[in-house]
């Protein structure tokens, strides 16, 4: 049998484990998880499940995490930290908006043509940082930011805090579960590869916390 690997998991973070709102009035009906300081937007409120995943990624023994945000400022350091935190272990890498790429496209439409700005965020970055090989690196966002490795990422719906929203939410309870059950033992682009990146359109039941 083969030999499992480790595998590094590349998390963004607004929208994806968290929304941010600059007033207590865009989220009414709970509390946030953190005020952060230093931000323009300090009211952070967690993806249901989001400390479930990030636990179950550092306790797992062939797992690692890290950080990828098109963000940056004091605001978003200490969302790192409390993300830290509810893992009980920090991340292997943390990158902000200063490692992502800004390239200029095309964008037609009713109300935008011309040039526009696209994020674009590169795993070889990661990968010149960490040592893990672009095999074993599994990116996780909600945009599609990752053209140069398209093979490497799986996209989820945007996270906006709503009433009904978050009692329908499992979508990183659903992450939690493959990434626990898969045994990397060759490359994640070919495991996924006849996958949709976008896992939010997965055909997988209802689950619950692996035991």
Known sequence: MLKEKPLLVSLDLDETLYYRADSLDQVPYREPNKVLPGSLAPYLYLRPHADDLL???????LRHFGFFTASCGEGTDAAVEFLSELAGHPPLFYF????????CADSFGPYNYGPSREQVKDLKKVKRTTGFSLDDILAIDDKPVYPRQYGNALYVEEYVPGDTNDDRDNTLLRLHRLLTEYRHIDSVRHHFANKPRYFSSWETPQCSLPT
């Open 55 to 61: 636990r179950g990624l550092a306790n797992h023994p």
């Open 96 to 103: 902000d908006r200063s490692r992502v790429t800004f390239r």
